[in-house]
């Protein structure tokens, strides 16, 4: 059974960096896509950015040109590159594991909480 611990969320500036980590255990993790997704009270979950095992990548129009999903396979461990942080990014984010090597995210991590404020 899969499981995924998340890692990297905290305070940070508006302007600033922070970089999520996924370590990812159980299963074969390359064979399969992952994604990050966030959630603010109140709101539906949402997906931020995914990457195929293939290695393609997609983001919502909100963190296109700012945030950078990646993968290292050899250390079972999906990665948020986050840039130019605004207010709005902040939320409680989710790593999740693909059923298919192209999507259907219904593994989920514990999430870890990123707030953006000065």
């Known amino acids: 059974q899969v499981q995924l611990v998340e890692s990297g969320g905290g305070l940070v500036q508006p302007g600033g960096s922070l970089r999520l980590s996924c370590k990812s255990t159980?299963?074969?993790?390359?064979?399969?896509?992952m994604a990050w997704y966030r959630q603010v009270p109140g709101k539906e979950r949402e997906l931020v950015a995914f990457?195929?095992?293939?290695?393609?990548?997609g983001y919502d129009d909100s963190v296109k040109g700012r945030f950078t999903i990646s993968r290292d396979n050899s250390q079972r461990t999906l990665y948020l590159q986050m840039n130019s942080v605004k207010s709005e990014d902040t939320a409680v984010y989710y790593c999740?594991?693909?059923?298919?090597?192209?999507?259907?995210?219904?593994?989920w991590g514990q999430g870890t909480q990123v707030t953006v404020s000065s």
């Open positions: 159980g299963g074969i993790f390359s064979v399969y896509a």
């Open positions: 990457i195929t095992a293939r290695s393609r990548t």
């Open positions: 999740s594991r693909g059923n298919t090597d192209e999507g259907d995210f219904t593994n």
